[in-house]
Nanobody, 125 residues
């Protein structure tokens, strides 16, 4: 059973960089076929896929967030991380890490195989 756990600050000031880490257990982030995603859910809104780092280290981002988003990984710790720059209150959301073996037909959905519990991040001064 793959388990994911998000960690990071729950409060970020406007214009700063949001940094979160997802620690994976029960499976390796380098296992062929798996993609490791960051997804968020703003209050009162639906899921919004932000980006993915594949098992081979390749990355893909939501076009509307691409200029502010970076996903990286530390294979020695079996972790992957999210950085979102120049945050505003509109980036307030519950942030999730999730994974799926194979392609996701609808990235903004619940079709991922495993999810972290989510972490609330509030952007406020």
């Amino acid at each position: 059973q793959v388990q994911l756990q998000e960690s990071g600050p729950g409060l970020v000031k406007p214009s700063q960089t949001l940094s979160l880490t997802c620690t994976v257990s029960g499976g390796s982030i380098t296992t062929s076929g798996y993609g490791w995603s960051w997804i968020r859910q703003p209050p009162g809104k639906g899921l919004e896929w932000m980006g993915v780092i594949a098992y081979d280290g390749s990355t893909y981002y939501r076009p509307s967030l691409k200029s502010r988003t970076s996903i990286s990984r530390d294979t020695s710790k079996n972790q992957f991380s999210l950085q979102l720059t120049s945050v505003t209150p509109e980036d307030t959301a519950v942030y999730y890490c999730a994974t799926k073996n194979g392609q996701v037909s609808d990235p903004d959905s619940y079709e991922y195989d495993y999810w972290g519990q989510g972490i609330q991040v509030t952007v406020s001064s």
